[in-house]
């Protein structure tokens, strides 16, 4: 089991920056063996894919319409994932979740870019980007 905590959500205008935190907890898990990912609900719309970190090595992959303003990082001391949102824009608002699944080798990048492969869910934090 892995819970899942985050914060840092709020109001911001449009070319602001944010940084979420989700922090993991769980007897004997860390973010080593995880893979934690990003992802975002606005209103009416269904949960699309923000970004991935890989806990073996950490890599990254992001989808296009974040693509240079986001970055995920990771402190493993503090077993805690971050999603630095920088230049954001009204269509950014949206409730932010993070989620984690146990890392294998045999899943596909595209594998970790679709929710329903998440097991583990934070409870969202809500950000909205005012124009």
């Known amino acids: 089991q892995v819970q899942l905590v985050e914060s840092g959500g709020g109001l911001v205008q449009a070319g602001d920056s944010l940084r979420l935190s989700c922090e993991a907890s769980?007897?004997?898990?860390?973010?080593?063996?995880?893979?934690m990912g990003w992802f975002r609900q606005a209103p009416g719309k269904s949960r699309a894919f923000v970004g991935y970190?890989?806990?073996?090595?950490?890599?990254?992959n992001y989808a296009d319409s974040v693509k240079g303003r986001f970055t995920i990082s990771t402190d493993n001391a503090k077993n805690t994932v971050y999603l630095q949102m920088n230049s954001l824009k009204p269509e950014d608002t949206a409730v932010y979740y993070c989620?984690?699944?146990?890392?294998?080798?045999?899943?596909?990048?595209?594998?970790?870019?679709?929710?329903?492969?998440?097991?583990?869910w934070g409870q969202g934090t809500q950000v909205t980007v005012s124009s």
């Open positions: 989620a984690a699944k146990d890392s294998r080798a045999y899943y596909s990048d595209q594998y970790y870019t679709q929710h329903w492969n998440y097991v583990y």
């Open positions: 769980g007897r004997g898990r860390t973010l080593e063996g995880l893979t």
């Open positions: 970190i890989k806990g073996t090595g950490g890599s990254t």
